[in-house]
């Protein structure tokens, strides 16, 4: 098992940055990639960024490209989400996901394991 804590998130203003990060506990060994996904209200979990944990190879959404950028640590167990020039439509819970297998990286249905979430509000 792997536990997920996210840390981060909160209010900003349009136009601002903001940083989130995961960290990992339990069996990170077996951890093959992590991502972060978010959901706004009434809407469907939708992917944000995925990085390799071994290599670091990145993915990003197409909203999220040249805006967002994800990092890890492996020797911390921590992924990082640098957000910057958010806009009101970024505003949403985000999660910290882990899988284990080899395999795409963009669907919830690919993560094994998810953190409780973090709010993130981008005021107008």
């Known amino acids: 098992q792997v536990q997920l804590v996210e840390i981060g998130g909160g209010l900003v203003p349009t136009g601002g940055s903001l940083s989130l990060s995961c960290v990992a506990s339990?069996?990170?060994?077996?951890?093959?990639?992590m991502g972060w996904f978010r959901q706004a209200p009434g809407k469907e979990r939708g992917f944000v960024a995925a990085i390799l944990w071994s290599g670091g190879r990145t993915y990003y959404g197409d909203s999220m490209k040249g805006r967002f950028a994800v990092s890890k640590d492996n020797a911390k167990n921590t992924v990082s989400l640098v957000m910057n020039s958010l806009e009101p439509e970024d505003t949403a819970v985000y999660y910290c996901?882990?899988?284990?297998?080899?395999?795409?990286?963009?669907?919830?249905?690919?993560?094994?394991?998810w953190g409780q979430g973090t709010q993130v509000t981008v005021s107008s």
């Open positions: 339990g069996n990170t060994g077996s951890i093959y990639s």
């Open positions: 996901a882990a899988k284990r297998t080899i395999g795409g990286v963009t669907l919830t249905t690919d993560y094994h394991y």
